[in-house]
């Protein structure tokens, strides 16, 4: 009797070892989904070289200027949010900062008066703009939430892509290194990044 | 059929010793694996309160991905409930289906830093989230098994691993960190488990030396009640008819431990009765044991033959325990016995190995040294050349005092014995007295002597000749 149980209670053992064995892979692949989802980033500006035309805010003067544009409900908002307030209190104050809260067309005013819009707008020096019908996004060739544009004083394109490294991550990041040696005068790896964010949902147009 | 088994039972401390030493690493497995259980079932509670944080966090954190202004549930939801889901379900099932078990609590181990991972992420690697990293390890030392912090650290330091592959600035804050820096992020989980792990070992041997006291106290209380069960039997069996044609019996033992080594008996007969008074080497339980059988065997031989004489029936006491302890038990217990044949007209045919017997004269108002002769019982095979009888005569109020040597060798602080002439002295100043006053007079003495702390078991006998003249007269 005793020989019968051990048995059953080994084979149950084995069973539940097994069980384990597929849970692992399991998590692990399922780790593996996740980790390149959040890794992926949305479509990549097509960034004007020079600052564009037919805004409704100037490009400062004597000094860089900073445009980011975001989606107002997007959770990865947040994180850019967060990055852009990490950067710019650790050596990238010397820029105009804009950003600019995309309000798709068809949307009630105040729509974009988001959370994320009210803590942007108490980042000092920056200026938040209501972006209605994403109009000056488009002239930025900007496709998704956390796309940020550094222009040097003259207007010409330093850097575009996003300051998070994945989706709605915060923390130490490649794009927020490459903006901050920008912004310092010294030189970047690279000139672009992938963007962490939600679609901007209107129809690309760059002018 | 054949004993082979022929072991000193008497003299298995060592073996009782080996009892409570499995019985203390019984009570350890059974209160860990009690242990181990009870944080199994903590930790499925855990796992599924993660599991509900996991999705309040993303539905508050991540609710909706958006595209422009439509919006769809957003993907940490979906990853909250189902990636959160699968964390989850493993251990917890373990936890309910094998708790306990080794197996269960690595899974755990994995299953609690997987969601440490997993709540970093579901809050977009919020710094504070990461201390739920330490406090897993924390929690995980609930255990007090060092080795589920294995596993743990293994995940930690493989996530840590990938991230230096292809996300060095969400680990360490750069995007190319020197090579040491990985050394000083592991070092810090390190520094927490060189103290759970010292913590856990802490734990287990406080574990184990409770476990240990508890059998002890278990062993002691189990002594104690068959102490207690054989004391009761050793009282009993002692005699309780004391009254004897032609002479008046008074008896006291009070032994130094809860089982005595003395022996006395008043057996009577048709024409007055058998005297016994003994002695085993040493005292408590042992002691007692060999007592019970020097007892039983005296007492069946002297009532199947009541006229026998007392060397014969020594003879086959010493039979009986040189068979019984040197043989069966393989123990070396002996013992000093006097047996003594009284009638009622004052005859005593006495023989055996003890203690001087002393007689008071009423005629002269002292006391004489009776010497008995004879040798241990149980030490040969045979005693009879050894045994050799004496009589002794008794007349109208005289005073027959049998003691063991507990009595005349108890010691007082100066260690000095209390001794054969005080004894004599004080039988000699109390002899007016009835013989049950006597005895109690005496005993008192000798104790008080000892401070009421004998070494030895303490026996006296005192019996007072009566009946001569009344019987000559009539």
Known sequence: MIDKNTAIRARSDRLFKALTLVWLILVLASGALMWRYKMTGGAPADAPARWPTGLDFPRAEGRPTLVMIAHPKCACTRASISELERLLSSGGQNADVHVLFVRPTGTPDGWERSDTYARASQLPGVHVHSDIGAASAKRFGAHVSGETLLYDVDGALLYHGGITGARGHEGDNAGRSRVLALLQGQVADRRDGPTFGCDIGEQRSRQ | ?474
């Open chain 2, 1 to 474: 059929m054949t004993n082979s088994a022929a072991k000193p039972v008497l003299g298995a401390v060592s073996d009782q010793k080996v009892t409570e030493r499995a019985r203390g690493t019984a009570l350890f497995e059974e209160r860990f694996l009690a242990s181990h259980k009870r944080v199994d079932r903590l930790f499925a509670y855990l796992m599924m309160l993660q599991w509900v944080a996991g999705i309040i966090l993303a539905v508050t954190v991540s609710p909706y991905a958006w595209a422009g202004k439509t919006h769809t549930v957003h993907s940490h939801v979906f990853i909250a409930v189902f990636l959160g889901g699968l964390i989850t379900a493993m251990p917890v099932l373990l936890a309910l289906k094998r708790p306990g078990w080794e197996t269960t609590r690595m899974v755990i181990a994995v299953a609690q830093m997987l969601w440490s991972a997993l709540l970093i992420h579901l809050s977009g690697g919020r710094i504070e989230t990461h201390f739920h990293v330490f406090g897993s390890l924390a929690f995980l030392s609930f255990y007090r098994d060092w080795r589920v912090l294995v596993p743990a650290t293994v995940v930690v330091a493989a996530d840590h691993f990938l991230r230096q592959m292809y996300w060095p600035e969400s680990v360490f804050g750069v995007l190319v960190p020197e090579s040491w820096r990985f050394l000083e992020h592991a070092g810090w989980v390190v520094f927490e488990d060189i103290f759970l792990l010292i913590s856990c070992i802490t734990s287990v041997t406080e574990l184990k030396t409770s476990a240990a006291q508890q059998a002890h106290i278990e062993f002691v209380d189990r002594l104690e009640r068959e102490m207690e069960i054989a004391s009761t039997i050793q009282t009993s069996i002692l005699p309780r008819r004391l009254k004897v044609s032609g002479l008046d019996v008074a008896a006291k033992m009070v032994p130094a431990t809860e089982v005595g080594g003395d022996y006395y008996e008043i057996l009577p007969t048709k024409d007055g009765c058998w005297i016994g008074i003994g002695d085993v080497a040493g005292h408590g339980l042992r002691a007692g044991l060999v007592m019970l059988q020097a007892q039983s065997a005296a007492e069946a031989l002297i009532r199947s033959v009541p006229e026998d004489s007392p060397s014969s029936v020594l003879c086959g006491v010493n039979r009986v325990l040189f068979e019984n302890v040197r043989n069966r038990l393989g123990s070396e217990e002996h013992m000093t016995m006097s047996l003594l044949h009284y009638r009622e007209y004052g005859h005593i045919v006495c023989a055996g190995a003890h203690e001087e017997a002393i007689v008071w004269r009423a005629k002269t108002r002292k006391c004489e040294l009776i010497p008995v002769k004879g040798t241990w019982l149980g030490a040969i095979e045979d005693i009879a050349a050894a045994t050799v009888e004496t009589t002794i005569a008794l007349g109208e109020g005289d005073l027959l005092v049998l003691y063991t040597d507990g009595l005349t060798e108890s010691r007082n602080d100066k260690r000095e014995q209390f001794g054969l002439p005080r004894l004599c002295d004080l039988v000699e100043k109390a002899s007016g007295e009835s013989v049950e006053i006597i005895c109690e007079t005496i005993v008192t003495a000798a104790l008080a002597w000892s401070m009421d702390r004998p070494d030895d078991d303490v026996t006296l006998m005192v019996c007072r000749q009566v009946g001569i003249a009344a019987r000559a007269a009539a």
